[in-house]
Structures are given as structure tokens and as C-alpha cells.
């Protein structure tokens, strides 16, 4: 089992940046290749970005791509998903995600342990 745990969402001006963490704790010894996914009311769970055990293939949705950068800290058991140039439609709860192996995917039932999320807001 592997528990984790989102921070680092709030509200933010149009243009504006923030660092959501994830914290895992439990089984980590395992290679989990991590995902951050978004959902805004009313609107399906979408794919933002992921990456690898060992931090190579970051993966990013198109919407996001050159905005926003996802990295790993291995000793820290932390996934970070850095948040730049924000607008209002990145407007959502962010949820961190883990699944087992190495292979990087955007499907969100691919993934085995969710956290449980942590809102951002872009004010226009």
C-alpha cells in the first residue's frame, strides 16, 4: 500500500505560479511511476503530467506542456508539480496519483493509489 498526500494548492492571479507536493509514504521501496491529474466541477478527471521512476520521460498534456514541469525527489518520497504562467482554466483539484512499473501512462485507471487532492484556483 502506498499513501500519499497532496499540498501546495490555494488561490492564485492569472499569470501567477505554485508548487503542489506529494508525499508518499508506506511501500516506497517499489518503482511507482507518479501522475498529476486535474478535475474541475462538472468535468471528467484529465491527465496533466507524469514521470518515470527514475525522473526521465516527463510526460505532459498538451495543455499544459511549457507551463507547468513535474520532477521526483526519490530520497524524499515527494513528486512536485511546479505550476507557472497559471490562467483560469487551470481552475481544479489537483490530485496526485501512483501506479507500479515504469511505463508512463495518461490513463487515470491505470493508476492503483490516489491522494486526495488539493485545490487550485486562478483568478482572472
Known amino acids: 500500500q502506498v499513501q500519499l498526500v497532496e499540498s501546495g494548492g490555494g488561490l492564485v492571479q492569472a499569470g501567477g505560479s505554485l508548487r503542489l507536493s506529494c508525499a508518499a509514504s508506506?511501500?516506497?521501496?517499489?518503482?511507482?511511476?507518479m501522475g498529476w491529474f486535474r478535475q474541475a466541477p462538472g468535468k471528467e478527471r484529465e491527465f496533466v503530467a507524469a514521470?518515470?521512476?527514475?525522473?526521465?520521460?516527463?510526460y505532459y498534456a498538451d495543455s499544459v506542456k511549457g507551463r507547468f514541469t513535474i520532477s521526483r525527489d526519490n530520497a524524499q518520497n515527494t513528486v512536485y508539480l511546479f505550476l507557472n504562467s497559471l490562467k483560469p482554466e487551470d481552475t481544479a483539484v489537483y490530485y496526485c496519483?501512483?501506479?507500479?512499473?515504469?511505463?508512463?501512462?495518461?490513463?487515470?485507471?491505470?493508476?492503483?493509489?490516489w491522494g486526495q487532492g488539493t485545490q487550485v484556483t486562478v483568478s482572472s
Open positions: 508506506g511501500r516506497t521501496s517499489s518503482s511507482y511511476t
Open positions: 514521470i518515470s521512476w527514475s525522473g526521465g520521460s516527463p
Open positions: 496519483a501512483a501506479r507500479g512499473g515504469a511505463v508512463v501512462t495518461t490513463s487515470p485507471d491505470r493508476y492503483t493509489y
